[in-house]
C-alpha cells in the first residue's frame, strides 16, 4: 500500500472505532446505571477513553499526513505517536477514578446485585469488540500504523474487559453481590494496564528504540548482497508508519565508486521491498 493511501485507511479505522465506542459507551452506561451494576458502568467508562482516544490518534493521523518542511526534514510522521502517548494519559486519569471508586465501595460496603440483563449488554459489546478489534488489527498490518495497532490492541482488551464484566455481574446475580464493584475495579486495573502498555511502546519509539530482531534480521539480507564484504553498524528508527535505517558497509577497497554506488542501489531495494524500509542511508567504507 503507497504512502499517500496508508494513513485515509487508518482514518477509517479511527473513525470506525469512535462510531462503534460512541454506541457501546452510552448503551453501557444507561444499562449500567438503569439495571445498578458498577462493573456495567466501569465497562462504559472505559469505553468513553477509547473515544477520546481514537480523536487523538485522528488528529495525529492529519499532522502526519503533513509533508517535510524546513524545520521537519523527516516529515511530521512522529506526530502519530505523539497521539498514541496522549491517548496512553487520557486512558490512564479514567482508569484511575474508576479504580478509586471501586475501592471506596468495596471500603464501605456498598454493594448490590444488579439486573442479568446487565450481562447480556456486556456480551453482546464483548462480541461487537472481537469483531472491531479484528478489523482494525488487519489494518494495522496492511498499513504499518503503530497508532492504529495500538487501538486494535485497546479495542481487544476492551472485548476482554466485557467479558469479565459478564462474569462478574453473573457471579453477582447467584448471591455475591460484592464481585459487581470488585469486577469494576478490576475493569479499571486493566484499563491502566493497557494505558501503561501503550505508553511504553510510545516512549520506546520517540527515544529511538528498535526492535533487535528486525535489525537481525536486516543485517543478514544486507549481508547476503554481492559485494558486500562486512557489516560493520546498523541502526534503524522509526517515525511513525516509516522506518528509517542508517548502516555502515565494507567493500573491497580496489572496488570502484560506481561498483560501491550499485551495491548501495541494491541494498536499498531489498529492505525497501522486502521489509517495508522507506528510507536507507548506506556508508560505505574499505574493506
Not at 120 to 142: G, P, W
Not at 230 to 254: A, P, S, Y
Amino acid at each position: 500500500m503507497s504512502e499517500a493511501k496508508k494513513l485515509p485507511a487508518a482514518d477509517i479505522g479511527a473513525w470506525l472505532s469512535i462510531g462503534v465506542y460512541l454506541v457501546l459507551s452510552a448503551v453501557k452506561l444507561a444499562a449500567g446505571y438503569g439495571f445498578e451494576s458498577k462493573a456495567l458502568q466501569a465497562d462504559g467508562f472505559n469505553n468513553t477513553t477509547d473515544i477520546l482516544a481514537s480523536l487523538a490518534v485522528l488528529i495525529g493521523l492529519r499532522i502526519a499526513r503533513k509533508p517535510p518542511d524546513s524545520d521537519h526534514r523527516y516529515g511530521h510522521t512522529r506526530a502519530e505517536t505523539v497521539a498514541s502517548m496522549v491517548a496512553s494519559f487520557i486512558m490512564a486519569a479514567v482508569g484511575l477514578e474508576v479504580l478509586i471508586d471501586g475501592i471506596k465501595k468495596l471500603w464501605n460496603g456498598e454493594t448490590t446485585s444488579p439486573d442479568l440483563a446487565a450481562a447480556v449488554v456486556a456480551a453482546i459489546a464483548a462480541a461487537v469488540m472481537f469483531l472491531l478489534a479484528r478489523y482494525n488489527r488487519r489494518l494495522a498490518d496492511r498499513t504499518g500504523s503503530h497508532a492504529m495497532k495500538a487501538v486494535a490492541a485497546d479495542n481487544r482488551s476492551d472485548a476482554l474487559v466485557s467479558i469479565g464484566t459478564v462474569a462478574g455481574i453473573l457471579l453477582s446475580v447467584l448471591g455475591l453481590s460484592w464481585l459487581d464493584a470488585a469486577t469494576a475495579v478490576l475493569v479499571a486495573v486493566l484499563i491502566c494496564k493497557t494505558a501503561w502498555d501503550i505508553f511504553a511502546e510510545a516512549t520506546h519509539m520517540l527515544t529511538d528504540g528498535f526492535d533487535k530482531s528486525d535489525l537481525d534480521r536486516y543485517k543478514v539480507a544486507v549481508s547476503a548482497v554481492e559485494g558486500v564484504e562486512r557489516v560493520k553498524d546498523i541502526k534503524g528508527r522509526n517515525h511513525g508508519q516509516r522506518v528509517f535505517v542508517d548502516l555502515t558497509i565494507e567493500v573491497d577497497q580496489e572496488m570502484s565508486v560506481l561498483d560501491s554506488h550499485a551495491i548501495a542501489e541494491s541494498i536499498e531495494r531489498q529492505l525497501r521491498e522486502k521489509y517495508r524500509v522507506d528510507q536507507v542511508h548506506v556508508h560505505i567504507e574499505p574493506h
